[in-house]
């Protein structure tokens, strides 16, 4: 069957607007592949949140047990959730990690909360709910604008589609292995899409950690 | 010692058995001791495309739980390569008949004994897949130029990245030259900036894959084979990784001869090794 359209098109689009099918392909299959690669392993979602807990760990005490984190997805974006009950504050390592904060003075060294979690008073649990976004900080030391009971996080995983690729190389950190592996890549398709997400492979990872 | 190479793709009826074949039989005509696995127990098809599937005795899963005295015992001998063996998947168990640790041994022993040790993986990602790639040391990715095959490969790349088997190499297969041109492909350029993976070769579309699967020969030893030639380029470059890929694939026969004259191209795919 002869196609008016078809033979119309083909008389003037030629150099014209978007290329083929071949092009939507192309841009179709970044986008999907975005959200493809935003998954995680377990082992390493859960290496994440053991560092986290690590470092918040500093500066506040948090009940690990009740602590949710994951992917979530919306669409094309995609965000690295968090939700981690709170249960206190500790002032004197904020103090510490926090340079030119003005020293906040004569607590004495036995009432402050101490840096082990085990000192603070723990909350009872037959207390505790079943969902825990809000738990009552049941530490005496805290200070008001610290109230803040929940320490809820969304941080975005970025996703644009296409940053320009190369420029991308430079601020590469030498001595990593997986960089200059995803460095081989032709283009750096994988490079730039890679670092879009978190991912349960070392590429992606590894893109990941370049972008901070 | 040998290096052990699995050919997967996620997807299926993507050319991973085909280019088993031929990669195998490819290297055992350059001079290379090699032995075909076919991982793909309850499907086995590779013995078919070989030309073997008369001479089947022992297979996989009787090696790997002992049923014969030794993995030689189930190597089928090729007919046209003295020094090319197929070990064939069983065709009346099921995936659970084997685990990866069991291939992992398998691939040990065999790696001593034989240049290469090329295994045809089944398509998915489940035990099979993990079973395939459990013992090897290298992969390559078999990806047909279209966005289904395109992106299981790159969860594939995941997969196997996830298992610490890095540089994944890329075979692009089916490529269709014509309509790259004319925009309703994705070329060459395009898979590999999606995948940002290392290519070993890009095989065109070509009516004689049927062909020599129909006659059980593969395709590598005829010369007027637009993907036989493909196909040695990639056997070439599994030999020496520093030969060049042959990007250039040109089609045979005066039609082809026109097209390109009006087309004012060369052939190429548009892809620029560097
Ligand atoms: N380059 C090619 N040109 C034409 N047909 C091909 C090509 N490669 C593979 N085929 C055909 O595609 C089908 C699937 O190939 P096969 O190797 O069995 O795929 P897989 O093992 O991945 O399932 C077969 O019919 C084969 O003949
Ligand atoms: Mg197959």
């Known amino acids: ?212 | 010692m040998g290096k052990v190479i699995v050919i997967t793709s996620g997807k299926g009826g993507v050319g991973k058995t085909t280019a088993s074949a031929n990669i195998g039989a490819g290297l055992a005509r350059e001079g290379k001791k090699v032995v075909l696995i076919d991982a793909d127990i309850g499907l086995r098809n590779l013995d078919l495309v070989m030309g073997l599937e008369n001479r089947i005795v022992f297979d996989l899963v009787d090696v790997v739980e002992k049923k014969c005295r030794s993995f030689r015992q189930a190597l089928i001998k090729d007919k046209r390569f003295a020094n090319l063996f197929l070990l064939p998947a069983a065709q009346s168990r099921d995936k659970n008949a084997v685990q990866p640790d069991q291939m992992k041994k398998l691939c040990d022993t065999l790696r001593d004994n034989f240049d290469f040790v090329i295994i045809d993986c089944p398509a998915g990602i489940e035990l099979g897949f993990q079973n395939a790639i459990a013992g090897a040391d290298e992969a390559i990715i078999v990806t047909n130029p279209e966005v289904s095959s395109v992106r299981d490969a790159d969860r594939v790349i995941g997969l196997l990245e996830a298992e610490d088997k890095t540089n994944p190499r890329l075979l692009i297969n089916r490529m269709r030259e014509n309509l790259v041109k004319k925009k309703q492909m994705l070329g060459v350029d395009a898979v590999t900036e999606i995948l940002g993976i290392d290519i070993i070769g890009i095989i065109p579309e070509d009516e004689k894959v049927l062909f020599s699967s129909n006659k059980g020969e593969p395709l590598v030893m005829d010369d007027s084979s637009r993907a036989g030639k493909a196909y040695r380029s990639v056997v070439r470059r599994l030999i020496d990784p520093n030969a060049t890929i042959e990007l250039q694939i040109e089609e045979n026969g005066l039609w082809a001869k026109l097209k390109r004259i009006f087309a004012g191209g060369n052939g190429v795919f548009g892809f620029k090794a560097q």
């Open chain 1, 1 to 212: 069957m002869f196609d008016i359209m078809e033979f119309l098109n083909r008389i003037f689009k030629k150099n014209g607007n978007n290329g083929g099918s071949g092009e939507e392909a192309k841009e179709r299959l970044k986008l999907v592949l975005i959200s493809d690669r935003a998954t995680v392993a377990p082992h390493v979602m859960e290496s994440l949140k053991e560092e986290l807990i690590q470092v918040i760990s500093r500066y506040m005490t948090i009940d690990t047990s009740m602590m949710e984190m994951g992917l979530e997805r919306k669409g094309k974006e995609v965000a690295l959730a968090a939700n981690i009950p709170v249960i206190g504050m500790k002032r004197n390592n904020r103090k510490e990690s926090m340079e030119g904060a003005p020293p906040i003075a004569s607590k004495p060294e036995p009432a402050k909360p101490a840096a082990k979690q085990e000192t603070v008073k723990p909350v009872p649990k037959a207390e505790k709910p079943a969902k825990p976004p809000v738990v009552k900080p049941v530490v005496e030391e805290i200070e008001e604008e610290e109230e803040k009971p929940a320490f809820k996080q969304t941080v975005p995983v970025k996703n644009e589609p296409a940053p320009p690729a190369m420029e991308q190389d430079s601020d590469e950190d030498e001595g990593d292995d997986d960089a200059s592996r995803s460095r081989k890549g032709k283009k750096g398709g994988r490079r730039y899409l890679a670092r879009t997400s978190t991912s349960n492979s070392g590429r992606r990872t590894s893109s990941s950690r370049r972008r901070s």
